[in-house]
């Protein structure tokens, strides 16, 4: 059974940072991923923070870009999001996703909320 399970939210004032983690466990070759962290904020459409994929190339959504940072450790099966600079526009619930194929997993997510 597959699982990735997110941590690490939780609440900040503007311009603190915080690290998010995410942890599959079921996935045979991890390293063969592409994972991604997304966020969804409260009567918002889910939206993509950052992709990493297998081969270490990395995306950033455009209002992320020079303040968050997606790496992964294969040896640990973890993707991490390092965010700094962080302001109450990036408060919602962020989510984990790992991608091979046509085979989509998500985490439960973790709550990150940025006081002003």
């Known amino acids: 059974q597959v699982q990735l399970v997110e941590s690490g939210g939780g609440l900040v004032q503007a311009g603190g940072s915080l690290r998010l983690s995410c942890v599959a466990s079921?996935?045979?070759?991890?390293?063969?991923?592409?994972m991604a962290w997304y966020r969804q904020a409260p009567g918002q459409q889910r939206e993509l923070v950052a992709r990493?994929?297998?081969?270490?190339?990395?995306n950033y959504g455009d209002s992320v870009k020079g303040r968050f940072t997606i790496s992964r450790d294969n040896a640990k099966n973890t993707v991490y999001l390092q965010m700094n600079s962080l302001t109450p526009e990036d408060t919602a619930v962020y989510y984990c996703k790992g991608s091979w194929y046509n085979n989509d997993y998500w985490g439960q997510g973790t709550q990150v909320t940025v006081s002003s």
């Open positions: 079921g996935l045979i070759f991890f390293r063969i991923y592409n």
């Open positions: 990493i994929s297998s081969g270490d190339t990395t």
